[in-house]
């Protein structure tokens, strides 16, 4: 996007914008001009994160790309004019594919003047909803804080009590785990146990070339480089009193890791082109899915750094090593689904808790959280069934493993089927038929007990007398 120089007449900082379009690049260039134009702006790629970053702090306005896939520009107006109505809301389209959005407070060109205008314009709206707003009468609730992870399994158990007791510490904190297994969930955990009064500030640095990071990062002065026509605080000074979380920490490249270091030795840095060294008091967590012990024996990533932000290691596991931890985490997505799509959905069908158990989840908490929502979404009846769930979830869903001869152990597993089939009828009957009392008087859980009725044949409907 063509730089124009900013207006003599526009004051310094004008308030915070977000951009969201799912061309990454596009979104950040257009934040960064927007930066150069005096506001304060951040850049997503996906409705999903908007709506994150929405609910974690107020912005003045929202600029979003009119031509977002599927319905995700009109979700994203509906959610942000519900819980954040101070909020202007600017659809932008290529001049060619302009069209009026009712729900929007300006609709625009992304010509520069045009842009301009029309959050001007959004902000007045939504400064005059949320005045208007005030002065409704108020119902006041008491606010109910849930755990951010969820998980009764002995591994996401002890993730769990690490930050019990760390969180209110100044230790450094590297977490690991497969992408998609909530490490930026706990890593916010954290901060809200601290009883740190900042900020949380969220960086991810895969996604950003070493230029923009350190600008990012460390913020830059007027003339530090081409736009930056005004100072801008970096996100280490945003975090100061609070946290900051370092995702993807594995992507930096050599000369950041130095700086890195250097932060984290001495809490102080300078901005991109400037001499002022700012102190700040940052609690700092990190986080990869790589091996980082790896990559130091490979010369990759430094040791000292490493060491540095080895003090208190965290490891997210994987979904498919905590199954018993799917449905529990299935409902819990189901509520919040059923909650934005404004529909009574009651739960899962067995064969859907079935297929859920038995997929092996690659993309871990992320992809089930999104296959329900999608369930929800696209469902129609009052409880989710196979049909409802992605193809890649039913289509890909594991066989038992077995790690042993299966032909020589067959006549060993057929002798025990028959006592393991009266000892859970024996169960079932002492609870007057109770899947949920018969499975504790057994000493395992609901799900394990679905699924040894299911292999060893069982239809309780026949079984169960009348």
């Known amino acids: 996007m063509p730089r124009s120089p900013m207006p003599a007449d526009r004051p310094a900082l004008l308030g915070r914008v977000l951009v969201v379009d799912d061309d990454r690049r596009m979104a950040s260039g257009r934040a960064q001009w927007l930066c150069g134009q005096g506001w304060h702006a951040s850049a997503v790629g996906t409705a999903e994160e908007a709506i994150a970053l929405v609910g974690r702090g107020r912005f003045d306005a929202c600029v979003i790309d009119g031509l977002l896939a599927d319905d995700a520009a009109d979700r994203l107006l509906a959610v942000v004019r519900a819980t954040s109505p101070a909020t202007g809301l600017v659809i932008a389209f290529p001049a060619e594919a302009a069209r009026e959005v009712a729900a929007a407070d300006a609709t625009t060109s992304l010509r520069d003047d045009d842009l301009l205008a029309a959050i001007d314009r959004a902000c007045v709206a939504g400064r005059s909803r949320a005045a208007a707003r005030a002065t409704e009468p108020q119902v006041i609730e008491p ?18 009590d690490l930050v019990g007791r760390v969180a209110a510490t100044p230790a450094t904190v590297l977490i690991t785990g497969e992408s998609g297994t909530g ?3 706990l ?4 901060h809200q146990a601290s009883g740190r009064t900042g900020r949380f500030v969220e960086v991810a640095c895969g996604s950003l070339s070493e230029s923009l990071l350190e600008s990012e990062l460390f913020g830059h002065v007027a003339g530090a480089f081409t736009g930056a026509s005004s100072d801008r605080p970096g996100k280490f000074l945003q975090a100061d009193g609070g946290t900051i979380f370092l995702d993807e920490v594995a992507t930096a490249s050599p000369a950041m890791q130095v700086k890195l270091l250097r932060v984290l030795q001495q809490m102080q840095f300078e901005p991109v082109g400037g001499s002022q060294t700012h102190s700040i008091d940052a609690r700092v967590i990190l986080a990869t899915n790589e091996n980082l012990e790896s990559l130091v024996a490979e010369g990759r990533f430094r040791a000292d750094l490493y060491w540095r932000i080895n003090v208190v290691a965290i490891e997210m596991p994987a979904l498919r090593d905590r199954p018993d931890d799917i449905p529990l985490l299935a409902s819990h997505f189901l509520t919040r689904a059923a909650a934005k799509a404004g529909r009574m959905v009651e739960g899962f069908s067995p064969a859907a808790i079935d297929a859920l158990l038995r997929h092996s989840w690659p ?23 196979v049909a409802d769930l992605p193809p890649a979830v039913v289509g890909a869903a594991r066989p038992p493993t077995i790690s042993f001869d299966a032909r020589a152990a067959a006549p060993l597993k057929a002798a025990m089927a028959h006592p393991e089939r009266q000892l859970i009828i024996d169960a079932l009957e002492r609870s007057g038929w ?23 044949g069982m239809d309780l409907t026949a079984l169960e007398p009348r």
């Open 143 to 160: 606010k109910v804080i849930e755990p951010t992870v969820l998980g009764e399994h002995a591994t996401i158990q002890r993730a769990l």
């Open 183 to 185: 490490k930026s969930l």
């Open 187 to 190: 890593a916010r955990q954290i």
């Open 363 to 385: 993309g871990n908490v992320r992809e089930l959280e999104h296959a329900v929502e999608r369930a929800v979404f696209l469902g129609r009846g009052s409880l989710v069934d």
């Open 434 to 456: 109770r899947r949920d009392a018969a499975a504790r008087a057994l000493g395992i859980n609901r799900t394990t007990l679905y699924k040894k009725l299911k292999r060893l």
